[in-house]
């Protein structure tokens, strides 16, 4: 045995005893797992309408990679050629084991899924509170840094209270109107601001390093919307405070994933990982509390200098959080810096593998901008002119099938659970592998192409909507998604407005990777062409 599997191994061990004294999903015997096959008519929903309840299978007889003692298939997803490919090892699993599987990760078993009838299943009897894993990296710092846990690190009646208070602002469509014109100028900018850049470089119309653009334009637009401010992240010159608190927000999603697994293991060691991964927070933290306080005391200001009878007009979603009784000032805190770091990740890649496609594909950048043409959009788009362009939406709907944010979703079984006529026990990880039913020819004709028509009301569908879910589905959905997709069918629309999209003369296929959401790295091979004003 060499010894960097030695140490892993012995890590694996670690990390074992550790999830067992913390009871994270918990063991479970064979007899726990017969009584529960026993009591599947009593307690436990059938999931697969072709199954009945007279079932007694388990888990441990569905089929699924041996893996290794106490590590289990960990090591299939650490050898180099598979570092950030999850969603690929997990699609090559499927195409051995078939759409269901178990698979041992440490000392317990995770549930694997690419059926689209089963997801559906599984998501319509998700229950009042929806179990989500929590990203154990996140719940570790917060603990150790005494702070509350906010939407995307809550559970039980405490995520539930959170996500009332958001769903009151952020998913109605009436919210998002008012702040069309200020996101609709921050992409302009953001097309402006690649034009500066490119112009640094002299080897061709590339745009290096552009994703960091995308994560500052992510960061304006959210920010606008969450507590309407400007941060200058797409100014010429981005003040340094700024600058920091971009690239922190950047690492701190990296080393996310990097932690994902052996999280608590890593925290002992105090591993350069885990040092960066506190010290990115810490930032984020430091710099959003500063930005927060100043808002809040303009807020004060306001009020004290008016005849407000004290109640605020909740004109932005942090207004809407300080006025509710249920949140501290901490928790408000929280969930507004919660807000702003995922979803800039999240829209700056969906933007970064839109651009590529289009590179490569000039017939769809012309279907699109061709749209983009026949509107008057000289003061900017309007809600008039989104539901004028079906195109632009088909062609994010396309990008998101190949390249899901989220590869794999993920939910915690709240219950004995019959899934495909086995019993599967509660606290189990059902992982649904959102990128392997995007790419199965049953699933789409021709599902490694880029067909953005295929999403057109004209065209005749016979895919199940439960195939491609890219902002999940029901209570526990993506509480931003109108203002990711409005955020995004944006900055698409000013770019292309702007700009001929085409593959660098040395082009070469982005491979993509996790590193918390699926992205295509730093650097794009596409070069931005001035377009001449229509």
């Not at 893996?67 to 969603?87: D, S």
């Not at 805190?333 to 829209?347: F, I, K, M, Q, R």
Request: overall charge neutral.
């Amino acid at each position: 045995m060499n010894p960097a599997t030695e140490t892993l191994l012995r890590r694996a061990a670690v990390q074992a005893v550790s999830l067992s004294r913390q009871n994270v999903r918990g063991l479970y015997t064979e007899r726990r797992l017969e009584r529960a096959a026993v009591n599947a008519s009593v307690d436990a929903p059938v999931i697969h309408a072709t199954e009945t309840t007279e079932t007694r299978k388990t888990i441990n007889d569905l089929p699924g990679p041996d893996g290794l003692p106490i590590i289990g298939t960990a090591l299939e997803y650490f050898r180099k050629p598979n570092r950030g490919q999850m969603h690929e090892v997990q699609r090559r699993f499927h195409a051995k084991y078939g759409r269901i599987f178990k698979e041992k990760l440490g000392p317990v078993t995770n549930l694997s899924i690419a059926d689209p009838k089963l997801v559906e299943e599984i998501f319509r009897h998700e229950g009042k509170y929806p179990n989500r894993p929590p990203y154990e990296a996140w719940t570790l710092y917060k603990d150790m840094r005494n702070r509350s846990r906010g939407i995307l690190s809550a559970y039980g009646e405490e995520w539930w209270k959170i996500r009332k208070l958001l769903n009151h602002r952020l998913m109605k469509p009436r919210t998002l109107q008012d702040y069309l014109t200020d996101l609709s100028s921050i992409s302009e900018k953001l097309a402006e601001k690649i034009r500066v850049v490119r112009s640094r470089n002299d080897q061709d119309k590339s745009v290096p390093n552009i994703l960091n653009l995308f994560c500052e334009w992510s960061i304006e637009s959210v920010g606008q919307v969450i507590i309407d401010e400007r941060f200058g992240c797409l100014e010429h010159n981005m003040s340094d405070e700024m600058n920091r608190f971009v690239r922190a927000i950047e690492t701190m999603m990296y080393t996310s994933h990097q932690l994902i697994a052996f999280t608590d293991v890593q925290k002992r060691l105090n591993t350069k990982i885990w040092r960066n991964f506190v010290q990115a927070w810490d930032v984020i933290i430091e710099t959003g509390n500063k930005i927060l306080d100043a808002k809040r005391k303009s807020i004060e200001e306001r009020l004290a200098n008016t005849d407000d009878t004290g109640v605020l007009e909740k004109t932005t979603l942090f207004e809407h959080l300080l006025s509710s009784d249920d949140l501290s000032l901490e928790e408000v805190y929280t969930n507004v810096s919660e807000l702003l770091v995922s979803g800039v990740d999240t829209t700056s890649n969906t933007v970064a593998v839109i651009v590529y496609l289009l590179s490569r594909h000039p017939e769809a950048l012309k279907k699109l901008q061709n749209e983009i043409d026949g509107l008057d959009t000289s003061n900017g788009f309007t809600q008039e002119h989104l539901n004028k362009m079906p195109y632009t939406k088909a062609v994010v709907k396309e990008s998101l099938r190949l390249f899901p944010t989220i590869p794999i979703n993920a939910r915690v079984l709240n219950e004995d659970t019959a899934v495909a006529g086995h019993i599967i026990p509660k606290n189990t990880i059902v992982m649904l592998n959102a990128y392997t039913m995007c790419r199965d020819p049953n699933e789409f004709q021709n599902p490694d192409d880029f067909i953005p028509e295929r999403w057109l009301r004209n065209e005749v569908r016979e895919f199940s909507p439960f195939t491609s879910l890219p902002f999940g589905f029901g209570k526990r959905s993506c509480v931003g998604r109108r203002l990711a997709e409005t955020m995004t069918y944006l900055c698409i629309a000013n770019i292309a407005k702007r700009y001929d999209l085409k593959a660098t003369p040395d082009a070469f296929d982005v491979k993509p990777f996790v590193r918390t959401v699926l992205t295509l790295g730093d650097n794009l091979p596409v070069e931005f062409y001035d377009r001449e004003t229509p």
